[in-house]
C-alpha cells in the first residue's frame, strides 16, 4: 500500500505521541506505585512497631484475648491480610487470616489444614504479599514475633485503574492531536503541494498554470520559485510554438500549422457537412524582383502580401506561408463558388495594387489554384496536391489568374506522372536519339555547323517534343541524367564523323538550366579530352533562365567555359527577361533570335524593328547572331541584308537523324571543298588584279 505525505506525517506523528505519553504514563504510574508502595510498608511497620511495642504485656500476662484483640484489630487495617503472634518457637499465639483475600484463600484450599506456620511459609513465596516480621520482646527477652502481611493487590487494582484512566485520557489527547495536527498540515502543507502537483501537470501538456500564493514561508516560497520556472517554461514553449507553427519573417502561420488547421477543417466540416476552399496562391517572377531590386526588397514584399492578404479575409479564414513566395488561405464555410472566386478576385487584387518598398515602386502578381473540400479531394494530401496542380495550371495559363482545379487537371497530371516514369526507362532502353539541324552562314548558306536536338522516340505514344518533355525532366531533376547522355553522345558523334574523314563544323548543344548547376565545366572538359574535340567545335547553348540563377556561380561557370574554350551562345533572345544588363555581365560569343521574331519577317514592322535591335546591339557587343526558325526567302533575305550571320531553320534544312546527317555533310563536303577552291581562285584572281 502507497502511502501518502499526510498519511505518513500523521502516522509518524501519532507513534512520536503515542510513545511520548506512554513513556510518561509509564513513568507516572511507575512513581505513583512505588509511592503508594512506600506508603504500605510505612504503615506496615507502624502496625507492626505497635503491636510489638504493646503485646508483651499480654504474652506475659497470657492475656490471650488481649492478643486476640490486636490481631483483630488488623482486620480493620486496610491491604493487611494477616497478622500472627508467634511465640519464639513458632506457635502461634494469636492469629488474624483474611481469607477472603484470594491468594490466601487459594492457599487455604491447597493447603487443606489449619497449620499457620505452614500457611504463612507458602506464602513466602506470594509475590503480590509483603512480608513484615516484628520482634517482640520485652528486657532484652524474645517473647515472640509478630508477623504482617499486606496484600498489594489494592495498588495493583489502583495501578490498572490509573493505566486505563490515562490510556483513555492519552489516546483521546493524542488522537485529537494528531488530528488537529493533521488539519494543519493539509492546509498549510498538502493543498499547496497538491495545487503544485496539479499546476505542474497542467505545465507538463503545455498549459500556462500558475499557483496562488498565500504565505512567505517555505511552502510560499517553493511556490514562488514554481511560479518563476512555469513563468519561464511558458515562455520558452510559446516561442518554440512560434518557431515550429509560424513563420519568422510574415509573422503567418507556416506549412506545419497550416496543414495542422487544413486536417481541422476536414474534421470539422465532414461534421457539419460544410466546404471550405484551399487557395494556393504564388507570387510571378519573384524570383525577378529578388535578383533585380534585392532580397530585402523581396523579404518586404513578401511581409508586405502576407498583410494585404490578411487585410482582406475574414478573422475565420487562416493566411499561411508555405515557404518562399507561396501562401496558402483556408476559407471555411464556403456557399457556393461565386463566393470563392470573389475572395480569390479581391486578393489577386490586394497583391497586384503598386507598393513603395525602400523607396521603390514595385507591383507584385500572382496565380491563384483553387481546390474545394469535399469536391476536389476528402483529404489533406488530394486538396493539397490539387490546389497546387491548379496554381501551376494558373501559371502556365495566365499569370495573375485564379484557377479552380478540375478533374482534367488530374488526368494530366497523371499524365505528368506517367511520362516522369517512362522517362526514366527512355534513355537505357535507346528510345532517345539525337537530331541535328544543320546551321548555315547566311550570306553565302555555307554550312558552318549543327544544333543537336533530341528526339524521344516513346513506345506508345510514338515522337515526343522536347518541348514536352524537357520541362518535366528539368522539374524532376532527370534532366541531369538525359543531358549528361546528350553530350557525350554530340560528343562521340563528332568524333565518329571527324575519324571517318568529315568536317563536322561546330555542334550546338542546348543546355538546361539545372545541368548548368552541376558543374557543368568540369564534364565538358573532360569530354572534349577524352573525344579529343577542339573546343571551339563545341557551342553551348544557355536560354536567359540561366542567368536568373546565383549570380556568382553562374559567372563563375561561365568563365570557367570560357577558360575551356568553348562557344557560349544565348538562346531564344527576346523571348526571356532580354536583360541588357545580363549580356554585360555575363560574356557570350553568339546570340540566337528566337523564331518568334522570324516568324514576323519581313512585313511585321514591331519584328523589324526588334531584329534590327537585336542585330545593332549584337554588333555594339561583338557578338555573332544566328536567327532561328527561318522558313522562307524573305526571312533571310532580310536577315542578310541586316548582317545577321547565321540562320538556322527549315529553308535551310530540317532537323535530321544521324544518318541523314551524316549523308548532309557528305554532299556539304564536296559543297564545301568547291566553296574553298572557288575562294582560292577568287584570291588568286583578286592578287593578280592587283598586281595588274
Ligand atoms: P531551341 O533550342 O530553340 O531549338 C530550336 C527549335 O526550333 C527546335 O525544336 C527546332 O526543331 C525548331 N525549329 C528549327 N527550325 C524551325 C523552323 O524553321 N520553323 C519552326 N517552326 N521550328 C523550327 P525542337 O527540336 O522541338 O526543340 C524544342 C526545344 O527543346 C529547343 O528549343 C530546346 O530548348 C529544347 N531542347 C531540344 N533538345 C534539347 C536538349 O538536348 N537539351 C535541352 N536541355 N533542351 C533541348
Ligand atoms: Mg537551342
Ligand atoms: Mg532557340
Same mark, same amino acid.
Given at each position: 500500500?502507497?502511502?501518502?505525505?499526510?498519511?505518513?506525517?500523521?502516522?509518524?506523528?501519532?507513534?512520536?505521541?503515542?510513545?511520548?505519553?506512554?513513556?510518561?504514563?509509564?513513568?507516572?504510574?511507575?512513581?505513583?506505585?512505588?509511592?503508594?508502595?512506600?506508603?504500605?510498608?510505612?504503615?506496615?511497620?507502624?502496625?507492626?512497631?505497635?503491636?510489638?511495642?504493646?503485646?508483651?504485656?499480654?504474652?506475659?500476662?497470657?492475656?490471650?484475648?488481649?492478643?486476640?484483640?490486636?490481631?483483630?484489630?488488623?482486620?480493620?487495617?486496610?491491604?493487611?491480610?494477616?497478622?500472627?503472634?508467634?511465640?519464639?518457637?513458632?506457635?502461634?499465639?494469636?492469629?488474624?487470616?483474611?481469607?477472603?483475600?484470594?491468594?490466601?484463600?487459594?492457599?487455604?484450599?491447597?493447603?487443606?489444614?489449619?497449620?499457620?506456620?505452614?500457611?504463612?511459609?507458602?506464602?513466602?513465596?506470594?509475590?503480590?504479599?509483603?512480608?513484615?516480621?516484628?520482634?517482640?520482646?520485652?528486657?532484652?527477652?524474645?517473647?515472640?514475633?509478630?508477623?504482617?502481611?499486606?496484600?498489594?493487590?489494592?495498588?495493583?487494582?489502583?495501578?490498572?485503574?490509573?493505566?486505563?484512566?490515562?490510556?483513555?485520557?492519552?489516546?483521546?489527547?493524542?488522537?485529537?492531536?494528531?488530528?488537529?495536527?493533521?488539519?494543519?498540515?493539509?492546509?498549510?502543507?498538502?493543498?499547496?503541494?497538491?495545487?503544485?502537483?496539479?499546476?505542474?501537470?497542467?505545465?507538463?501538456?503545455?498549459?500556462?498554470?500558475?499557483?496562488?500564493?498565500?504565505?512567505?514561508?517555505?511552502?510560499?516560497?517553493?511556490?514562488?520559485?514554481?511560479?518563476?520556472?512555469?513563468?519561464?517554461?511558458?515562455?520558452?514553449?510559446?516561442?518554440?510554438?512560434?518557431?515550429?507553427?509560424?513563420?519568422?519573417?510574415?509573422?503567418?502561420?507556416?506549412?506545419?500549422?497550416?496543414?495542422?488547421?487544413?486536417?481541422?477543417?476536414?474534421?470539422?466540416?465532414?461534421?457539419?457537412?460544410?466546404?471550405?476552399?484551399?487557395?494556393?496562391?504564388?507570387?510571378?517572377?519573384?524570383?525577378?524582383?529578388?535578383?533585380?531590386?534585392?532580397?530585402?526588397?523581396?523579404?518586404?514584399?513578401?511581409?508586405?502580401?502576407?498583410?494585404?492578404?490578411?487585410?482582406?479575409?475574414?478573422?475565420?479564414?487562416?493566411?499561411?506561408?508555405?515557404?518562399?513566395?507561396?501562401?496558402?488561405?483556408?476559407?471555411?464555410?464556403?456557399?457556393?463558388?461565386?463566393?470563392?472566386?470573389?475572395?480569390?478576385?479581391?486578393?489577386?487584387?490586394?497583391?497586384?495594387?503598386?507598393?513603395?518598398?525602400?523607396?521603390?515602386?514595385?507591383?507584385?502578381?500572382?496565380?491563384?489554384?483553387?481546390?474545394?473540400?469535399?469536391?476536389?479531394?476528402?483529404?489533406?494530401?488530394?486538396?493539397?496536391?490539387?490546389?497546387?496542380?491548379?496554381?501551376?495550371?494558373?501559371?502556365?495559363?495566365?499569370?495573375?489568374?485564379?484557377?479552380?482545379?478540375?478533374?482534367?487537371?488530374?488526368?494530366?497530371?497523371?499524365?505528368?506522372?506517367?511520362?516522369?516514369?517512362?522517362?526514366?526507362?527512355?534513355? %537505357?532502353? !535507346?528510345?532517345? /536519339?539525337?537530331?541535328?539541324?544543320? &546551321?548555315?552562314?547566311?550570306? +553565302?548558306?555555307?554550312? @558552318?555547323? =549543327? $544544333?543537336?536536338?533530341?528526339?524521344?522516340?516513346?513506345?506508345?505514344?510514338?515522337?515526343?517534343?522536347?518541348?514536352?518533355?524537357?520541362?518535366?525532366?528539368?522539374?524532376?531533376?532527370?534532366?541531369?541524367?538525359?543531358?549528361?547522355?546528350?553530350?557525350?553522345?554530340?560528343?562521340?558523334?563528332?568524333?565518329?564523323?571527324?575519324?571517318?574523314?568529315? %568536317?563536322? !563544323?561546330?555542334? /550546338?548543344?542546348?543546355?538546361?538550366? &539545372?545541368?548548368?548547376?552541376? +558543374?557543368?565545366?568540369? @564534364?565538358? =572538359? $573532360?569530354?572534349?579530352?577524352?573525344?579529343?574535340?577542339?573546343?571551339?567545335?563545341?557551342?553551348?547553348?544557355?536560354?536567359?533562365?540561366?542567368?536568373?540563377?546565383?549570380?556568382?556561380?553562374?559567372?563563375?561557370?561561365?568563365?570557367?567555359?570560357?577558360?575551356?574554350?568553348?562557344?557560349?551562345?544565348?538562346?531564344?533572345?527576346?523571348?526571356?527577361?532580354?536583360?541588357?544588363?545580363?549580356?554585360?555581365?555575363?560574356?557570350?560569343?553568339?546570340?540566337?533570335?528566337?523564331?518568334?521574331?522570324?516568324?514576323?519577317?519581313?512585313?511585321?514592322?514591331?519584328?523589324?524593328?526588334?531584329?534590327?535591335?537585336?542585330?545593332?546591339?549584337?554588333?555594339?557587343?561583338?557578338?555573332?547572331?544566328?536567327?532561328?526558325?527561318?522558313?522562307?526567302?524573305?526571312?533571310?533575305?532580310?536577315?542578310?541584308?541586316?548582317?545577321?550571320?547565321?540562320?538556322?531553320?527549315?529553308?535551310?534544312?530540317?532537323?535530321?537523324?544521324?544518318?541523314?546527317?551524316?549523308?548532309?555533310?557528305?554532299?556539304?563536303?564536296?559543297?564545301?571543298?568547291?566553296?574553298?577552291?572557288?575562294?582560292?581562285?577568287?584570291?588568286?584572281?583578286?592578287?593578280?588584279?592587283?598586281?595588274?
Amino acid at each position: 500500500m502507497r502511502l501518502g505525505l499526510g498519511a505518513k506525517f500523521t502516522l509518524t506523528v501519532l507513534a512520536i505521541l503515542a510513545l511520548t505519553m506512554a513513556g510518561n504514563t509509564f513513568y507516572y504510574l511507575h512513581s505513583s506505585t512505588r509511592f503508594h508502595e512506600q506508603q504500605l510498608l510505612e504503615r506496615g511497620h507502624a502496625l507492626g512497631r505497635l503491636i510489638s511495642l504493646v503485646s508483651p504485656e499480654a504474652i506475659l500476662g497470657f492475656d490471650f484475648l488481649l492478643l486476640n484483640d490486636y490481631t483483630r484489630q488488623m482486620s480493620s487495617q486496610r491491604d493487611v491480610v494477616y497478622g500472627v503472634i508467634m511465640s519464639p518457637k513458632g506457635v502461634p499465639l494469636s492469629s488474624y487470616i483474611d481469607d477472603s483475600d484470594p491468594a490466601i484463600k487459594q492457599r487455604v484450599k491447597s493447603t487443606k489444614s489449619d497449620d499457620i506456620p505452614k500457611l504463612l511459609r507458602d506464602l513466602d513465596r506470594e509475590a503480590g504479599l509483603v512480608r513484615l516480621e516484628f520482634p517482640i520482646s520485652h528486657n532484652d527477652a524474645i517473647l515472640g514475633r509478630f508477623l504482617v502481611g499486606i496484600s498489594k493487590q489494592s495498588l495493583h487494582d489502583e495501578f490498572r485503574r490509573q493505566l486505563t484512566i490515562q490510556m483513555v485520557v492519552w489516546t483521546i489527547l493524542v488522537l485529537f492531536l494528531s488530528a488537529a495536527i493533521h488539519v494543519v498540515f493539509r492546509l498549510k502543507v498538502l493543498t499547496p503541494i497538491q495545487a503544485l502537483i496539479d499546476a505542474s501537470q497542467r505545465v507538463g501538456r503545455g498549459e500556462h498554470s500558475l499557483v496562488k500564493i498565500d504565505s512567505a514561508d517555505e511552502i510560499g516560497l517553493l511556490g514562488q520559485a514554481f511560479n518563476a520556472m512555469a513563468e519561464e517554461v511558458w515562455q520558452k514553449q510559446e516561442k518554440l510554438y512560434r518557431q515550429a507553427n509560424f513563420d519568422t519573417l510574415t509573422g503567418l502561420p507556416n506549412r506545419m500549422m497550416a496543414l495542422d488547421r487544413i486536417h481541422q477543417a476536414i474534421q470539422r466540416s465532414k461534421r457539419n457537412r460544410q466546404r471550405f476552399a484551399l487557395f494556393f496562391v504564388d507570387l510571378d517572377d519573384f524570383k525577378s524582383v529578388n535578383d533585380s531590386l534585392g532580397h530585402a526588397v523581396g523579404d518586404q514584399l513578401l511581409v508586405a502580401t502576407g498583410t494585404r492578404v490578411r487585410a482582406i479575409l475574414r478573422d475565420a479564414d487562416t493566411v499561411a506561408r508555405l515557404g518562399g513566395d507561396e501562401f496558402l488561405i483556408l476559407a471555411p464555410d464556403i456557399d457556393n463558388e461565386v463566393q470563392v472566386a470573389e475572395i480569390a478576385e479581391r486578393v489577386i487584387r490586394a497583391i497586384s495594387e503598386p507598393q513603395m518598398l525602400r523607396g521603390l515602386k514595385v507591383m507584385a502578381r500572382c496565380s491563384i489554384g483553387i481546390a474545394i473540400f469535399p469536391d476536389n479531394g476528402d483529404s489533406l494530401e488530394k486538396l493539397m496536391a490539387n490546389a497546387d496542380n491548379a496554381m501551376y495550371q494558373a501559371k502556365a495559363t495566365r499569370e495573375g489568374s485564379a484557377i479552380f482545379f478540375t478533374e482534367e487537371m488530374n488526368t494530366r497530371l497523371r499524365d505528368r506522372m506517367q511520362m516522369e516514369q517512362d522517362l526514366n526507362a527512355a534513355t %537505357e532502353s !535507346g528510345q532517345m /536519339a539525337l537530331f541535328f539541324q544543320p &546551321i548555315f552562314d547566311a550570306a +553565302r548558306q555555307v554550312h @558552318r555547323g =549543327a $544544333e543537336v536536338l533530341l528526339r524521344w522516340n516513346h513506345p506508345e505514344k510514338g515522337a515526343v517534343s522536347p518541348a514536352d518533355f524537357i520541362p518535366l525532366a528539368e522539374a524532376t531533376g532527370q534532366i541531369i541524367g538525359i543531358g549528361d547522355w546528350v553530350l557525350e553522345q554530340a560528343c562521340r558523334n563528332w568524333s565518329t564523323w571527324r575519324a571517318s574523314g568529315i %568536317e563536322p !563544323g561546330f555542334l /550546338a548543344i542546348n543546355i538546361s538550366r &539545372i545541368q548548368f548547376r552541376k +558543374r557543368i565545366s568540369q @564534364r565538358i =572538359a $573532360e569530354l572534349i579530352s577524352l573525344y579529343d574535340i577542339p573546343a571551339h567545335a563545341i557551342e553551348l547553348e544557355i536560354t536567359e533562365s540561366v542567368l536568373l540563377d546565383d549570380h556568382r556561380h553562374v559567372a563563375d561557370e561561365l568563365s570557367a567555359l570560357r577558360a575551356v574554350g568553348v562557344t557560349l551562345s544565348l538562346d531564344d533572345f527576346g523571348t526571356g527577361y532580354s536583360s541588357l544588363s545580363y549580356l554585360k555581365r555575363f560574356r557570350f560569343d553568339v546570340l540566337k533570335i528566337d523564331r518568334s521574331f522570324v516568324a514576323g519577317l519581313p512585313s511585321n514592322s514591331e519584328d523589324v524593328l526588334l531584329v534590327k535591335a537585336i542585330l545593332a546591339m549584337a554588333r555594339g557587343l561583338d557578338l555573332k547572331v544566328v536567327a532561328e526558325g527561318v522558313e522562307n526567302q524573305p526571312q533571310l533575305g532580310f536577315l542578310t541584308v541586316q548582317g545577321c550571320d547565321l540562320a538556322q531553320g527549315y529553308l535551310l534544312a530540317r532537323p535530321m537523324d544521324e544518318a541523314a546527317y551524316v549523308k548532309f555533310l557528305h554532299g556539304r563536303q564536296v559543297d564545301s571543298d568547291s566553296v574553298l577552291r572557288l575562294a582560292a581562285v577568287r584570291s588568286r584572281q583578286r592578287r593578280i588584279g592587283s598586281s595588274n
